[in-house]
């Protein structure tokens, strides 16, 4: 769990929802005149086994508003892709038969993006927003140690530059219940370049944006352009192209008031959600995107799963599924020192996934973790990979995690794919210590010997990730020995042998 | 810095006498503390208390050594301050979701000087506040999301340092000349282990956290082993992600810091993936080139930082340093000392397999400890899938094996023949007064069952062991019939109050009708039935009750099913099964009256008195005239 970026979507119906309400910081109450009515946010998704037509047409009877006639609409990849309009995904100032057309021809197939391949899954359908260039801005508030920074700059758009050397900028400290700057402070820092008309509008804008992004625990807003119209009535706000990333560990605090922002109502929506699944808060819960190009497999999603229902940490990343190298391995620190000697030695581009196991996951959480390794490592056909595959199952002097019983967990796996194991020719390098290590080094050689499994173990006498030179590069270091080959580690003694 | 103890530096965060709290009820974190200070012979424990708003308990039992010690659990962190003004460091192990508040409550106090917490996924806005405040009182904040520290010979936050054998293996008992920062918990053991095979080992160790944002940084630990003289190298380990190693060059290249670093930043790889990868820390995401690790490497190198090549040579990187501090003599190493034992852990050394015990207690039928509870080695979802039924269940646990399915649909019909026999019933009248004297469900329903016996349902068990006594014997049954007469003793499960030949038992009918359908012997039926025969030439309602029925057939059950050894079935039927069955059985009934009574809110029961024959007075009256 860490700062996730999420659906552009998303952060729009979050800003829609929580800018009237969000407790503000500056003295004086801000206006909320630049406040749009109900977000009209078309959010469709395209999974392989649903029609593209069908999800065009349930779209229709959702949102109402696309078939409004002459209304004009953006319609855009909406799967946290950079530059889009460089890319040609960006449709402006479409009809809706147009944006279906355009939708059509677009979603669900593979495309690349700046050298990346994925598929278009997510597309994001709203009205479009006539303007002038000269009404465009760029704001960004960002999270670091001490404080948020808010950037702003007069100018807006895809070809805004280089913001970070440009930028005015604002550094909100960390204790904004004291020390939150007055708008005076806050006109000063950033809006000297806009014309003065508009600065009020802009400071209540910026006044109650920043308390959304405290009161949902955000940790990057960027709003490029922001476009701010002056009507009859007085002044329009409209955030065209927006990208932000939330604090999924304030779940917690926050949960509640992301489901609301993402409910029905909250969207305007005719038809509400057609599933009659009855959900913790008023709303769907929010969603975390993988980024594009790498869409979370059925397995993947499953470790996240996992992942969430226990106190330990189970993490998987699929980077390459024909790779021919995998990792196994505890710690959230140990796992990235694999991938390290793995992409040092040379074979990055043969590393097939990231992932580690910690925090004291019993035997079965690792059995279903281990499995799912094993089930995708062996999952192709062995002819396509003749000089066989290399498992590392590795991890440091565990503090506090059982070695015993997580290793029962990989050996369980290691029967249910002991023929799999052998097709594939695939070779098992260990290395562990910490609590009860003795115990699971022996357990994991005396499997590996009763499956007749070419596996090679280690204690911590080994380096941590030296098992990796080794069976990479064939190094070997000086006087250490496999367990159980006459080291000084292959005793199963006692912990204490003092 | 602190208001306590003036006499140990500000780059002292512990020391020998060290002492704090536990916030949070963690024996086995507390236990691990408590034997480090032990084997680095300590005077006393570096624990005072645990702090434990939940708790309701006073004391928590710890050992110091081989001997048993008490620790004050406090409910209030400042009923635990005024008791212990000498503590300065809290480990917090509360939760992620109450370490905020919890550790805000602890910042308002003085005389904490250093707070480690150990939650992982602590909202990033709340790690800053809580950061922001420490900051501006002067306390040291290790963590969120690490296992702590360790300082040889001095203190050890929470499991840091892992068991004891490890603490042992890398000499962390006493202190050496090598500093640590590292992000991660998990290699900062590995830390230990490399730096005590290739130095004179740990002088201190801090993990700082794998969040964003940890409330103390490497610059300021390092800072401190800079400040302190027994510390003579310092290691760093980084990490892909934030900007604070470039902290650390920055005091290296003006000076601030001038003893040798070693150094390493993982997460190399990073830059090799096409897609961003999520590392196990939340903080280890280059958010920009300058935060990669390759980056951080090489600035480092530049400024002159001790970097190997590969995280693999590292050791052989700080073997170097250390080898040219000893040749200058800025180190000399220590004669080793010796180190104190620490006994095992009786759990520990049984899961080691290295003790055994004799169990006082023995359980064959079933097991709650492993993936799923299951009965008589049938896993509870397999006795789902099979759909088993509560005959089936019942095969599973009373008897350890799986019935045929005729027996478990027999045990079935004779729960559903026995659960009620009205309200007019001792058991049923016990539990009807009980209800009625506003007791509870199980006080009602064991008052009921109390009446179960020889003369209430127990003809069961008394009627297969005549029968079965009779025909084993080789009586006849009319041989049978006069014996007992002889005896003058009634025969059990024969004769009814109403029911007759002509007016059957529609019950018996339905078990005989089964038995005779399904069973592969029905010689014991057979033998009451005609011995029903000679009864009921006597007298027409000497029928083979419903009680004799189901006690023969049950036994023909087991005698020829081929499940049982007749000398299993001796013993079960010794042992109460039927009464058993009945037992359970009639449960379902009492239940039913003693919720019957409750909906009717029927009230206390009073038996009328002219409902008693008083001879009690007439009696002693008697007496007193005989007199």
Redesign the interface.
């Known amino acids: ?4 970026s999420i659906h552009e979507a998303d952060g729009k119906a979050l800003l829609a929802c929580f800018l009237p309400q969000s407790p503000v910081y500056s003295a004086i109450v801000p206006a909320e005149t630049f406040k749009a009515g109900l977000p009209q946010l078309a959010s469709l998704t395209f999974p392989d086994e649903a029609s593209v037509d069908a999800v065009l047409d349930r779209a229709e009877a959702t949102y109402p508003w696309l078939l409004t006639s002459d209304a004009r609409f953006v319609a855009k990849p909406d799967q946290l892709i950079k530059r889009r309009g460089k890319s040609g995904l960006l449709a402006l100032n479409k009809s809706w038969a147009e944006c279906r057309q355009w939708i059509s021809q677009r979603a669900a197939r593979q495309v690349e993006v700046e ?2 391949a994925g598929y278009l899954r997510t597309f994001l359908v709203e009205p479009f927003v006539p303007h002038d260039q000269s009404q465009e801005y760029y704001i960004n508030i960002h ?1 670091v ?1 001490e ?1 948020d920074w808010i950037l702003f700059y007069h100018e807006g758009g895809v070809d805004v530059g280089d913001v970070d050397a440009k930028a005015s900028k604002l550094l909100i ?3 904004i219940d004291n020390e939150y700057p007055s708008n005076d402070a806050i006109k000063q820092a950033l809006l000297s370049q806009v014309p003065t008309d508009q600065h009020a509008t802009l400071l209540d804008f910026i006044n109650r944006l920043y308390a959304v992004y ?1 009161d949902l ?1 955000f ?1 990057y807003l960027e709003i490029n352009p922001l476009v701010v119209i002056p009507t009859p009535s007085g002044v329009q706000v409209h955030y065209l192209d927006l990208a932000a990333k939330i ?1 999924q ?2 779940e ?2 926050c949960g509640p008031k992301w489901a609301i922002a993402r409910s029905p109502a909250a969207l305007g929506q005719t038809v509400p959600a057609s599933s009659e699944k009855v959900s913790v808060d008023a709303g769907p819960a929010m969603v975390f995107p993988a ?4 869409e979370l497999s059925s397995e993947e999603a499953y470790i996240a799963e996992l992942d969430s229902k226990t106190g330990a ?1 189970l ?1 998987l ?1 699929v ?1 390459n599924a024909s790779g021919r190298i995998w990792t196994l391995v ?8 694999y ?6 030695a040379g074979y ?2 043969e ?1 097939a996934n ?1 992932g ?1 196991y ?2 004291a996951p019993n035997e ?1 959480q690792t059995f279903e973790y281990a499995k799912t390794v094993l089930d995708l490592m062996t999952r192709s056909d062995p002819a396509a990979c003749p000089e066989g595959k290399i498992l590392f199952i590795g ?6 995690t059982q070695v ?1 019983s997580t290793f029962k967990g990989i050996i369980r796996a290691f029967r249910a794919y002991q023929d799999k194991l052998h097709s594939h020719k695939v070779r098992i390098f260990v290395r562990r ?4 290590w003795q ?1 699971g080094l022996r357990l994991i050689v005396n499997a590996g010997k009763e499956l007749d499994l070419n596996l090679e173990a280690y204690g ?2 080994m ?4 098992i ?2 080794l069976a990479l590069l064939g190094k070997k270091p000086k006087g250490i020995l496999p367990f159980g080959a006459g080291s000084i580690t292959t005793n199963a003694g ?5 | 810095m602190s208001v306590i103890d003036s006499s140990h530096p500000a780059y002292e965060l512990f020391h020998s006498n060290t002492k704090s709290f536990i916030y949070g009820l963690q024996p ?1 974190a507390c236990q691990g503390m408590l034997d480090f200070d032990f084997i680095c012979k300590r005077e006393t424990p570096s624990v005072s208390g645990i702090i434990y708003p939940f708790g309701g308990q006073f004391v928590s039992k710890m050992y110091w050594g081989t001997k048993e010690t008490l620790l004050p659990v406090y409910q209030s962190v400042g009923k635990a301050s005024s008791n212990h003004p000498d503590v300065d460091v809290v480990v917090n192990f509360a939760s ?2 109450s370490v905020y508040s919890s550790t805000m409550e602890l910042l308002e106090y003085p005389q904490f000087r250093t707070i480690a917490i150990i939650a ?7 790690a ?2 809580i ?3 420490a900051k501006k009182k002067g306390v040291t904040i290790i963590g969120p999301a690490t ?1 702590g520290g360790i300082k040889p010979g001095c203190f050890k936050v929470g ?8 603490i ?2 890398s000499k962390l008992y006493r202190a050496g000349s090598v500093a640590y920062v ?6 900062s ?2 830390l ?3 730096i005590s ?1 290739t130095t004179d080992g740990v002088y201190e160790g801090i993990a700082i956290g ?1 969040d ?2 940890p409330g103390t940084t490497f610059i300021d630990h390092i800072l401190r082993y800079q400040a302190d003289p027994k510390c003579k190298i310092i290691v760093l ?1 980084g ?2 992600g934030g900007v604070e190693e470039y902290r650390v060059i920055k005091a290296v290249q003006d000076g601030t810091i001038t003893k040798p670093i070693v150094a390493w930043a ?4 990073a830059s ?14 280059a958010n920009s080139e300058l935060e990669t ?1 390759t980056a951080k490497n090489s600035a480092m190198r530049a400024a002159g930082i001790v970097v190997p ?4 040579d590292l ?1 052989e990187a700080l073997s170097e340093v250390y080898e040219t501090l000893v040749k200058q003599g800025e180190i000399t190493p220590k004669a080793e000392v010796e ?1 104190p ?2 006994p ?1 852990d009786y759990a ?2 049984q ?4 003790i055994r015990k004799p169990a006082s207690f023995i359980s064959t039928i079933s097991d709650d400890r492993g ?1 799923e509870l299951s009965y008589a080695g049938m896993p509870i979802t397999e006795v789902f899938k099979e759909d088993i039924g509560i005959g089936g269940v019942m095969s599973l646990l009373w008897f350890k094996r799986r019935l045929p399915s005729y027996a478990a649909k027999f045990l079935e019909m004779v729960l559903m023949m026995t659960a009620d026999h009205g309200p007019a019933v001792s058991g049923a009248m016990n539990t009807i007064i009980t209800t009625r004297a506003g007791k509870d469900l199980i006080s009602s329903l064991v008052a009921g069952l109390l009446t179960i016996g020889t003369r209430f349902g127990g003809a069961l068990d008394g009627a297969a062991t005549e029968f079965t006594n009779a025909y084993d014997s080789g009586l006849s049954p009319r041989q049978f019939v006069d014996t007992m007469r002889k005896q003058n003793k009634l025969i059990p499960g024969i004769g009814h109050r109403i029911k007759s030949r002509n007016n059957p038992d529609y019950r018996v009918e339905l078990v005989k009708e089964f038995v005779k359908k399904n069973f592969p012997s029905t010689k014991l039926l057979d033998y009451a039935l005609a011995v029903e025969e000679v009864t009921t030439s006597k007298k027409d309602n000497l029928i083979l009750n419903v009680d004799g029925c189901i006690a023969v057939s049950f036994v023909d059950l087991m005698r020829s099913s081929g499940y049982f050894t007749a000398e299993e079935t001796e013993e079960y039927l010794k042992n109460g099964v039927l009464n058993g069955l009945f037992v359970l059985g009639r449960s379902i009934g009492l239940i039913a009256h003693h919720l019957d009574q409750k909906r009717l809110k029927t009230s206390l029961y009073r038996h009328p008195w002219d409902d008693i024959t008083y001879i009690v007075g007439q009696e002693g009256l008697a007496n007193q005239e005989q007199k």
């Open positions: 769990m860490s700062a996730k050298g990346i999270s140690r404080g400290p960390v204790d405290v625990q940790t604090d560990t304030a917690f605090e980024p594009f190009g790498r940490s993490k990343t980077l505890a710690g959230g620190g140990a796992s990235v020192v991938a390290d000697a793995i992409a040092s990055a581009s590393l990231y580690e910690s925090g079965t991890g440091g002097i565990a503090n506090f015993g210590g910490g609590p009860n115990e911590p006498d380096h941590v990730s030296g990796v030179p006692t912990p204490l042998t003092l | 086995r992620s979701r992982e996924g602590v909202p990033e806005r709340r800053r506040e950061l922001y405040k296992v499991n840091t340092g892992g068991m004891m054998d490890n042992v293996a590292s992000k991660s918990g998990g290699m053991n590995e230990n282990n490399i095979h794998g964003r944002y380990l990490e892909v993982i997460g190399t790889c090799m993936f096409k897609t961003e990868v999520q590392f196990g820390h939340a903080g280890s995401m690790a090549e590969t995280f693999e050791p180190v034992k620490i095992v520990w050394a899961q080691l397999g290295l993936q």
